[in-house]
């Protein structure tokens, strides 16, 4: 990763990568959504935030085939600097065209591929935190993070 997409994890402890999958085809999301709902039961999270995690896994790699001609999506688990606190983050990096106004991007119903435009906006709903950053050389880096809770 670069300076700036490592920003995204700044205030964590612990970042170990679970899986990295590049992500061309709808086997490949296949695959993104088992190896998400594998890792999450394996940490604990409950069925409903497993649910949230494999749908929210599922529409940063569709924007992935979708928006920026294919990308990687990649699974970590994160340690919270703050309170040591688990999570799982799920990341995406492509080499797309990037996404020139990231608010309008978030907004429900907005959607450059006339499409629903309800992917970023149900990821933002599912996750605890939700960072997406231009990536240096051009492209998308996207990271969202659902903490564990006790
Ligand atoms: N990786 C990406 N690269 C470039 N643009 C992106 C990327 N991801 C999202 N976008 C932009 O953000 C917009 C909103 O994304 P979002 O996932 O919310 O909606 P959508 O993909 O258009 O529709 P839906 O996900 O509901 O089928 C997209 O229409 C696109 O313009
Ligand atoms: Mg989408």
Not at 34 to 44: C, D, K, N, P, S
Not at 45 to 51: P, S
Not at 139 to 144: E, K, L, M, N, R
Request: proline share 2%; with cysteine; aromatic share 6%.
């Amino acid at each position: 990763m670069t300076v700036e997409e490592t920003n995204a994890t700044a205030a964590l402890s612990i970042h170990a990568t679970l899986a990295c999958l590049e992500i061309l085809t709808e086997f490949d999301v296949v695959e993104a959504r088992t190896q998400t709902r594998i890792y999450a039961q394996y940490l604990g999270f409950c069925a409903i935030d497993v649910h949230f995690l494999v749908t929210s896994a599922s529409e940063l790699c569709h924007n992935l085939i979708m928006h920026a001609g294919g990308g990687l999506f990649l699974l970590g688990f994160v340690q919270s600097q703050h309170d040591l606190c688990n999570g799982i983050q799920l990341s995406t990096k492509d080499r797309g065209p990037g996404i020139a106004d990231i608010q309008l991007a978030l907004t429900e119903g907005y959607s450059t591929a006339n499409s629903l435009g309800s992917g970023l906006p149900g990821v933002l709903r599912c996750c605890d935190e939700l960072s997406i950053q231009p990536r240096t050389g051009g492209g998308t880096y996207v990271s969202a993070i659902k903490w564990l809770s006790s």
